[in-house]
């Protein structure tokens, strides 16, 4: 049982790098809107029936809708979907690790703004992991130009670092209101509870943005259904990926875990090299291996 939550772990990272692995896959049938919105429409049958299969299992009643839950998850699923979107549409402007790797640095801009806005006095270790993440950005934004300070200073304002920002900030954000949605739930079992809440937010998820692409992208739309196979995988990666993440977090605490998910960027660094034959650079290699680290520092800090 000590080892248990590693292995989960593990696996959580394992799925969803094979879910965002499809997504990528998936952009040129389905274009950005429908590939992201697969993440969310075929994870419904899966979700609905690991909170079927938990519950039948453990016994644990499922607990009652209520206003706070049912509006942080709309929120939470909103911010999703926006994360969802920018990470897929990142794809068309780095390789495959850097997008994902920009995604990650959600745990960075965390820190730094709880210190910044708040106040927090971080300690001597959080500083020089945000220190090392900041710097890792400042090299994933230079991807191949030459490092000068004119390059620096110029990266930072390009779409693609705003995307990549963006998409680490809505990551953040809607962990927290997850959790908020999750704790408004009466039961005492933390994974009856987060699994309601995925159960509930695919449903509302993939209710919203496809009413949206019906009146904004309707032929993406469509083509989501027709490219079942591979949204289908999606749609259990990211279903299974949640699952072991909540799981994890109840066999252990977050920190840890979340540090150990970390091995995340290795798998789609191997994906983006063997798979989609993308050839990052040293400059981006020695990012991401600074940004991993400031991750883990930050977390188990």
């Not at 248990?4 to 990272?13: N, P, S």
Request: hydrophobic share 55%; aromatic share 12%; with cysteine.
């Amino acid at each position: 049982m000590t080892s248990l939550w590693i292995w989960v772990t593990i696996g959580a990272a394992v799925s969803q790098a094979v879910r965002s692995t499809y997504q990528k896959k998936l952009k040129a049938p389905l274009g950005d809107l429908g590939a992201s919105y697969v993440r969310f429409s075929y994870a419904i049958p899966f979700a609905w029936a690991w909170v079927f299969i938990y519950g039948g299992w453990s016994g644990e009643p499922l607990p009652g809708l209520n206003i706070p839950f049912l509006l942080w998850t709309t929120i939470a699923g909103v911010t999703q979907i926006i994360f969802t979107v920018l990470l897929v549409t990142l794809f068309s402007h780095r390789s495959f690790a850097a997008g994902t790797a920009f995604s990650k640095t959600e745990v960075i801009q965390a820190a730094l703004f709880e210190a910044v806005i708040l106040g927090h006095i971080v300690s001597f270790q959080v500083g020089m992991a945000i220190l090392i993440g900041v710097i890792a950005v400042f090299l994933l934004s230079l991807a191949k130009s030459s490092l000068t300070l004119r390059n620096l200073l110029a990266s930072l304002f390009t779409r693609q670092t705003a995307i990549g920002l963006g998409s680490g900030a809505f990551l953040g954000f809607c962990t927290v209101a997850y959790k908020a949605a999750s704790d408004s739930l009466a039961s005492d079992d933390l994974v009856t509870r987060a699994s309601m809440t995925a159960g509930v937010s695919v449903l509302i998820q993939a209710a919203l943005m496809g009413l949206w692409m019906w009146r904004r992208a309707p032929d993406q739309l469509k083509a989501s259904f027709v490219h079942w196979r591979d949204s289908s995988i999606v749609g259990l990666s990211g279903a299974v990926s949640t699952g072991c993440w909540f799981t994890a977090f109840s066999l252990y605490a977050v920190a840890p875990v979340r540090a150990v998910g970390q091995i995340e960027l290795l798998l789609v660094l191997g994906i983006s090299f063997f798979y989609f034959r993308e050839r990052p650079s040293g400059k981006e290699l020695f990012a991401m291996l600074l940004l991993a680290l400031s991750i883990i520092m930050v977390l188990l800090g």
